[in-house]
Antibody, heavy 121, light 108 residues
Framework: EVQLVQSGAEVRKPGDSLKISCKAS????????IGWVRQVPGKGLEWMGI????????KYGPSFQGQVTISADKSITTAYLQWSSLKASDTAMYYCARPRISGSFSSFDSWGQGTLVTVSS | EIVLTQSPGTLSLSPGERATLSCRASQSVSTNHLAWYQQKPGQAPRLLIY???SRATGIPDRFSGSGSGTDFTLTISSLEPEDSAMYFC?????????FGPGTKVEIK
């Protein structure tokens, strides 16, 4: 069974750094892209970016390029999303998700439970 | 970047009625790489439809998708109370993938 288990909720101050995680199990981690999706409370879904753990190829949505870093560690089958300097506008739920088909862009059929990040002074 | 527009914003229907949700793309979606997701409050999204018209595993057959190019439709043939949710379309043909703003389906 495919499982994506995300790290717990975080409360940070503006300017803080943060790294949240997504632990994958039940499939060959290196051969599936894994992506991140943002959802501001009460709003829609925003595609942030995606990484292929096999060769660490990474793509970012235009709004997120330079604002976050997506990474992965094959040895522990975990993907990460990190910020070097948080803003209040980063307050949101963050989901990791895996596409349906190995090695290719396809719809997300497996999702993590979400990590709520709150940035407030 | 492909921009997706969904209509209507909210749909309020009674159980047993048919729901028709629209997703329009700003440019043609390659090889119909268009998906539909359902999201209920406090839950992660759930994949309903992929490649525009294929139902994901475990999705009831009252959900169907159609369309090609720039115009796509999600149809719920006979609404059940548990279908009350937000519905999002997404293209995934090439980076950056994008989501539509969503349609809220309310059951009267």
């Amino acid at each position: 069974e495919v499982q994506l288990v995300q790290s717990g909720a975080e409360v940070r101050k503006p300017g803080d750094s943060l790294k949240i995680s997504c632990k994958a199990s039940g499939y060959n981690f290196a051969t599936y892209w894994i992506g991140w999706v943002r959802q501001v409370p009460g709003k829609g879904l925003e595609w942030m970016g995606i990484i292929y753990p096999g060769d660490y190829d990474t793509k970012y949505g235009p709004s997120f390029q330079g604002q976050v870093t997506i990474s992965a560690d094959k040895s522990i089958t975990t993907a990460y999303l990190q910020w070097s300097s948080l803003k209040a506008s980063d307050t949101a739920m963050y989901y990791c998700a895996r596409p349906r088909i190995s090695g290719s862009f396809s719809s997300f059929d497996s999702w993590g439970q979400g990590t709520l990040v709150t940035v407030s002074s | 970047e492909i921009v997706l527009t969904q209509s209507p914003g909210t749909l309020s229907l009674s159980p047993g009625e048919r729901a028709t949700l629209s997703c329009r793309a700003s440019q043609s979606v390659s090889t119909n790489h268009l998906a539909w997701y359902q999201q209920k409050p406090g839950q992660a999204p759930r994949l309903l439809i992929y490649v525009a018209s294929s139902r994901a595993t475990g999705i009831p057959d009252r959900f169907s998708g159609s369309g090609s190019g720039t115009d796509f439709t999600l149809t719920i043939s006979s609404l059940e109370p548990e279908d009350s949710a937000m519905y999002f379309c997404q293209h995934y043909g090439r980076s950056p993938w994008t989501f539509g703003p969503g349609t809220k389906v309310e059951i009267k």
